[in-house]
């Protein structure tokens, strides 16, 4: 199989990585994340950290639930299983 593709004579641009990719949130937000391995919690925890939530990490569905119990204020839910 042989691919043809159009030319082009535009000169290549600068590819300087963009400065801030995230997006800036206002407030403090929440975000509930349930995940029984560890690793891929601390992961999840970190990246929602970056995007500006302040985060609850949790073990499994019964964990999840007696979080929400003590304290419903919850922006977002990130279940990862």
């Known amino acids: ?5 159009p ?4 000169k290549p641009q600068s590819s300087a990585p963009p400065k801030n990719v995230l997006p800036q949130m206002e407030g403090a937000r929440t975000a509930l994340l349930v995940e029984d391995n560890a690793d891929v ?3 999840g925890a970190d990246y929602l950290s970056q995007l500006g939530y302040r985060v609850r ?6 964990a999840a639930l007696a ?3 003590l304290d419903p204020q919850v ?3 990130f279940p990862t299983s």
């Open 1 to 5: 199989m042989t691919l043809y593709l």
């Open 7 to 10: 030319r082009s004579l535009k």
């Open 41 to 43: 919690a601390e992961v």
């Open 57 to 62: 990490s949790v073990a499994n569905v019964q």
């Open 67 to 69: 979080a929400l119990r």
């Open 75 to 77: 922006d977002w839910y």
